[in-house]
């Protein structure tokens, strides 16, 4: 196997970086986040690295407590899309029939909300908060997840292996266990990647709105909006946390891109 | 004759996801906090009003009953009166649909015209082991960086610096196209970034697989020149993912459009929707979101016509086997 | 002065090792089989001749000449001119190596220039039918389409035809179709012939010379008649016997024992040495030089001994 590309190595020790910040915050590493530490709205100096905001807190323990709930959340959600679409992916692809077009049909009813919208319409029955936030994620990744797996496990339930397997009297269960389950891992690990950076981005415009995560807890979303208020006169208290976000997204997205090319090299031709 | 067939197997086929939308938008508002009397018509409804509700929503029948209702309500455009305004909610719609259908169409001919190019720039000069790391980044980037974001910085830069273009006005387009157009690139800018980033991508993934076709090498073999062989194998042939992704993209700047209308205070259906939430003003939630979910499963349609008619192995208009 | 003249190529991919120091030379005029099993090279050595390698090939010796040209050291524009201008290829799979969303008469039309006679060009390759030029290349059969790709490798009178294992995806039927086609067109316009084939027997019957490939290496060349009645290479020797066209009414087929060797670098002496009866102590570890035994070019320390 080839190793990640020096691209996608950059990536993963900017997640490393981000979740020491998540880490640091627990235990008060660059200070207090409900702390007053100053003047309001100072821009970034000594004492208070990503300036203050507002109320004269300093924005950098509330940028690493934000990244800290940020891919918290996103990550639980995610995890849980993973699990659910293996599941029905899985089952849908191998067992094919009815089953087959009930999962299809559910799954196109969700695609076919845009993922914003889908966001607004959970906040909206569950009510604004961290719930609707994981709710939001794990409905808005799941479409596209599931027909990626489904279309993985068709693929590999025709191959050879699976089909002397089941000649030989395997159970369902070992057979989805031990043959389909290890060779769809690789499209659920790629597309779970690409998953977690749309959740973090879902999380983050949903929240923008007013409808995911709530102040006072903080997510990166959370410092944004606030931050959209004084922006004019305090442009860092969107700064600080948009870099920080957008970092975020950056790396999960190139580390999907790695594990995609590693996963599924391409043979390439010049023009020439 | 085949064409009518398959078509109108794609329209119920939609039809059928339609409906299921439906249901789920029917669903949901049912399980808004507050009860459905309450949320329609607010919290200060008398009893009166609440009754009169009940009759005519068919509150006091079975569900499904209430949902054929509703269903037929909608089919007939009454998509009931906006709790805030007291307006009907269609002919709100109606009104600010130019806005978001002008934002969205700038945004897909800026992805047409941007993204496709790059992406098949990047993909005839690319290297094996993932070469071509600045081009990756930069399209990285733009994939990455959510609206709220960039939309929100772009608002500050253009407030704090005169930079020669407005933020936060809005003039229609039959009264003032260059006034229009002005307020527009902005919004449209932002909501291009991602659009073109995933265009480009998609497009630059497609030219790869079909580079290594053996037709291409065969036009290699030909000694035609890399710009021939762009012009008259790869663009014809790479079409279909391309063209489908502008379809998938239409969701999201369905989406995106929602948040560049409420950052740049533009009176489009997503900032509408967006108020309505924040309002509890139901009846235009469950409106906006049909409306947006059906223009996605339209587009898609549409699209795959479009898909049809490009590839000729697909056999919708081409004939038999000979 | 030779059309192809390729002198101890070596190409390696990634982590094996294609070609080991392959020569051959082909004539004007003149057509040559290229035969070997899978992963012998022959492929590898087709494409070189066209510089048509995927990227991830290095070639790390050797050269390769066509009609005076180094193809490995040409500037792009004039690669471009040779390909156009004397070289065509066939592949193996015909109707993936047509444009599947261009039609027959128009992909022909652009190979030939606008104003071109199409139907003449189908003719030649024995397509008469009308509706070929109308048809999309997945509408037409395998032969056809073989047909069509023949049509345009030779639409530009080309001096050299490489054809890859040109009936490998064709039912046995078509299969002659398809090479009186190849041939005949290639003799009425002076064409030579690269026919890279694993079959021996079909190759020996059609072609000039013939050249056997093992290992990445050209072992055996020599003329068509010769090499198959009287091979001078254990290899070979192996190949005619174990191939059931040649054989003899009730003669026993023996296959030959072993596998074909995957090459990770250079090898360091014959590589045939563990699969050949004739083997002895410095075959092992002493690379093979060209020797001539009567009109063949053998790579074998025992050539001489071999031709019973």
């Known amino acids: ?272 | 004759m085949r064409l009518l067939m398959w078509w109108s197997g794609r329209a119920l086929s939609s039809a059928a996801t339609l409906l299921g939308v439906s249901v789920l938008i029917f669903t949901a508002v049912r399980l808004m906090p507050g009860g459905f009397a309450e949320t329609v018509l607010g919290p200060f409804a008398t009893a009166e009003q609440k009754a009169e509700l009940a009759t005519r929503y068919g509150l006091d029948q079975p569900v499904f009953m209430q949902y054929g209702h509703w269903l037929a309500a909608v089919a007939g455009g009454d998509f009931g009166i906006s709790m805030i305004s007291r307006q009907p909610v269609g002919a709100e719609l109606l009104a600010r649909l130019p806005v978001t259908g002008e934002l969205t169409v700038l945004a897909v001919i800026a992805s047409a015209l941007a993204g496709v190019p790059l992406g098949v720039l990047t993909a005839v000069r690319s290297r094996p082991g993932g070469g071509g790391a600045a081009g990756r980044l930069l399209s990285g980037l733009g994939v990455s960086v959510p609206e709220f974001v960039l939309g929100s910085l772009v608002v500050f830069v253009f407030s704090r610096y005169a930079l020669g273009l407005e933020v936060g006005t809005w003039v229609p387009f039959t009264r003032d196209p260059a006034a229009n157009l002005a307020t527009m690139v902005l919004p449209a800018a932002v909501l291009s970034v991602f659009a073109i980033s995933v265009t480009a991508r998609t497009t630059r993934d497609a030219v790869l697989g079909v580079l290594v076709e053996p037709y291409v090498t065969a036009a290699v073999g030909r000694g035609e020149s890399p710009w021939f062989i762009v012009r008259h194998h790869i663009l014809r042939n790479a079409a279909t993912p391309v063209v489908t992704l502008l379809g998938t993209i239409t969701a999201y700047l369905l989406g995106g459009a929602l948040i560049v209308e409420h950052v740049f205070n533009l009176p489009g259906v997503g900032s509408y929707i967006v108020q309505a939430v924040g309002r509890r003003d139901y009846a235009v939630v469950q409106a906006g979101v049909l409306l947006a979910a059906a223009v996605f499963i339209v587009m898609n349609v549409l699209i795959d016509l479009l898909v049809g008619v490009l590839d000729p192995r697909l056999g919708v208009l081409a004939g038999r086997r000979s | ?308």
């Not at chain 3, 090279?41 to 066209?50: E, F, H, I």
């Not at chain 3, 049509?151 to 299969?175: G, I, K, W």
């Not at chain 3, 016997?241 to 009730?250: K, L």
Request: aromatic share 4%; net charge neutral.
């Open chain 1, 1 to 272: 196997m080839r190793k990640l590309d020096r691209l996608s190595i950059g990536g993963l020790v900017c997640l490393a970086v981000l979740v020491v910040f998540a880490l640091g915050s627990l235990v008060g590493a660059g200070g207090e986040p409900d702390a007053i530490v100053g003047p309001r709205l100072q821009p970034p100096g000594p004492g208070w690295w990503l300036g203050t905001d507002n109320l004269g807190r300093s924005v950098l323990p509330r940028v690493m407590e934000g990244v800290g709930t940020t891919l918290l959340l996103s990550s639980v959600a995610v995890l849980v899309t993973a699990a659910l679409s293996a599941t029905f992916g899985i089952i849908a692809g191998y067992r094919g029939g009815y089953l087959n077009e009930l999962v299809m049909r559910l799954v196109e009813v969700l695609y076919s909300f845009p993922a914003i919208v889908l966001a607004i319409l959970v906040a909206a029955v569950l009510g604004p908060g961290q719930t609707a936030a994981l709710a939001s994620i794990v409905l808005v990744t799941i479409p596209l997840m599931t027909r990626l797996v489904r279309a993985a496990a068709v693929a590999v339930s025709q191959r050879d292996y699976v089909t002397s397997a089941v000649i030989s009297g395997a159970g369902l269960p070992r057979v989805l266990g031990r043959h389909v389950l290890p060779n769809v891992a690789g499209t659920i690990a790629v597309q779970g990647t690409y998953a977690l950076s749309v959740g973090i981005a879902v999380e983050g415009g949903l929240t923008f709105l007013g409808f995911g995560v709530q102040p006072p807890q903080a997510s990166l979303g959370v410092l944004i909006q606030q931050g959209g208020t004084y922006m004019i006169a305090a442009p860092w208290l969107i700064l600080g946390p948009g870099v920080v976000l957008v970092a975020a997204i950056l790396a999960i997205n190139v580390v999907g891109d790695g594990l995609r090319d590693r996963l599924e090299p391409r043979e390439t031709r010049s023009l020439t």
């Open chain 3, 1 to 308: 002065m030779s059309l192809l003249t390729v002198r101890n190529l070596m190409i390696d991919y990634a982590e094996t090792r294609a070609l080991d120091g392959a020569d051959l030379e082909v004539a004007q005029g003149e057509t040559v089989g290229l035969v070997g099993e899978s992963g012998s090279g022959k492929s590898t050595l087709g494409s070189a001749v066209g510089r048509l390698l995927p990227r991830a090939a290095r070639r790390s010796e050797g050269e390769v000449v066509v009609a005076g040209e180094p193809v490995f050291d040409l500037p792009a524009d004039r690669l471009r001119h040779l390909r156009r201008k004397r070289l065509g290829f066939v592949f193996q799979d015909p109707i993936a190596s047509l444009n599947p969303t261009m039609r027959v008469g128009d992909q022909l039309r652009l190979v030939l220039g606008r104003g071109a006679d199409v139907g003449f060009h189908l003719g030649r390759v024995k397509l008469d039918d009308p509706r070929v030029v109308r048809s999309y290349p997945h509408q037409l059969s395998g032969g056809m389409a073989q047909r069509v790709a023949i049509a345009m490798a030779m639409a530009t009178e080309p001096e050299l035809l490489v054809a890859d294992e040109p009936t490998a995806a064709l039912d046995s039927q078509v299969r002659e179709e398809v090479l009186n086609v190849v041939f005949s067109l290639a003799a009425a316009a002076g064409t030579s012939i690269l026919w890279l084939s694993h079959d021996l027997p079909a190759v020996a019957r059609r072609c000039d010379r013939v050249a056997v490939m093992y290992g990445g290496r050209v072992v055996e060349t020599g003329p068509a008649r010769e090499v198959l009645g009287h091979p001078a290479h254990p290899y070979t020797a192996a190949l005619a016997g174990s191939a059931p066209a040649a054989a003899a009414h009730g003669v026993r087929l023996e296959p030959v024992p072993g596998r074909p060797p995957v090459l990770t670098g250079p090898s360091p002496g014959c590589a045939f040495a563990p699969r050949c009866p004739f083997a002895e102590e410095r075959c092992e570890h002493e690379r093979p030089q060209p020797v001539r035994v009567g009109d063949q070019d053998v790579l074998c320390h025992r050539a001489g001994e071999v031709a019973a």
